[in-house]
């Protein structure tokens, strides 16, 4: 699709790449990131990627002095896009997470997806999966995407989620850097939690205590 530039407040924009988590449309993310980085437009502050969207952080008072508002902006933006650009992405680190599985869902997960907790072990276990982006709160990494035997809802209620607990949510997995209300089903813990950049990979490894 065309990309499509969203005002976000006075002082940022946001380029949307796609509508779906795909590896494709994170490629095209994190190539433009690789391109904003390299050439940056006046006044950027910081560069946000996400699934399948890039925001571009300015500083207010360049936006406002030199190009009278984000429109100017905008179209420097859908200039750049316009551009013939290439780069090597390099392929992201790969992170080995040891998890013991024990979380207080993982028999709920099981049942919901009418599955053994040890199938959901070994379907969870068994993919290596890519982080497309960082938030939420700082160092929590959003990585996909599932096998579709386990995707599952979101907690209607959000409970008081642990540091290193490992979670899904919808086709989605992660791991909470902090203690958190949160409402992802909790199916795991860990006490090895790197620092983590988009790009990178992560594969789980059962372990036992």
Same mark, same amino acid.
């Given at each position: 699709?065309?990309?499509?530039?969203?005002?976000?407040?006075?002082?940022?924009?946001?380029?949307?790449?796609?509508?779906?988590?795909?590896? !494709?449309?994170?490629?095209?993310?994190?190539?433009?990131?690789?391109?904003?980085?390299? /050439?940056?437009?006046? +006044? *950027?502050? $910081?560069?946000?990627?996400?699934?399948?969207?890039?925001?571009?952080?300015?500083?207010?008072?360049?936006?406002?002095?030199?190009?009278?508002?984000?429109?100017?902006?905008?179209?420097?933006?859908?200039?750049?896009?316009?551009?013939?650009?290439?780069?090597?992405?390099?392929?992201?680190?790969?992170?080995?997470?040891?998890?013991?599985?024990?979380?207080?869902?993982?028999?709920?997960?099981?049942?919901?997806?009418?599955?053994?907790?040890?199938?959901?072990?070994?379907?969870? !276990?068994?993919?290596?999966?890519?982080?497309?982006?960082?938030?939420?709160?700082?160092? /929590?990494?959003?990585? +996909? *995407?599932? $096998?579709?035997?386990?995707?599952?809802?979101?907690?209607?209620?959000?409970?008081?989620?642990?540091?290193?607990?490992?979670?899904?949510?919808?086709?989605?997995?992660?791991?909470?850097?902090?203690?958190?209300?949160?409402?992802?089903?909790?199916?795991?813990?860990?006490?090895?939690?790197?620092?983590?950049?988009?790009?990178?990979?992560?594969?789980?490894?059962?372990?036992?205590?």
């Amino acid at each position: 699709m065309t990309p499509q530039i969203y005002e976000l407040g006075d002082s940022a924009l946001t380029i949307e790449f796609g509508n779906e988590i795909s590896e !494709s449309v994170h490629q095209e993310v994190m190539k433009r990131f690789y391109q904003f980085q390299s /050439f940056p437009l006046p +006044g *950027t502050l $910081d560069l946000i990627p996400a699934y399948t969207s890039l925001t571009i952080v300015f500083d207010l008072r360049v936006v406002a002095s030199r190009f009278e508002g984000l429109a100017g902006m905008k179209t420097l933006i859908q200039e750049k896009l316009a551009e013939a650009f290439s780069v090597f992405i390099p392929e992201g680190r790969l992170h080995e997470i040891p998890c013991v599985y024990e979380g207080p869902d993982l028999a709920s997960v099981a049942s919901d997806c009418g599955l053994s907790e040890q199938e959901i072990i070994r379907i969870h !276990s068994e993919k290596e999966y890519t982080i497309y982006f960082l938030g939420f709160l700082p160092g /929590f990494a959003y990585m +996909g *995407t599932t $096998d579709e035997r386990i995707t599952v809802a979101r907690k209607l209620t959000p409970a008081l989620i642990q540091k290193g607990d490992i979670g899904l949510a919808g086709n989605q997995t992660g791991i909470y850097p902090s203690a958190s209300p949160g409402g992802w089903q909790i199916i795991g813990r860990t006490t090895d939690m790197p620092h983590f950049r988009a790009g990178d990979r992560v594969r789980f490894i059962p372990v036992t205590v």
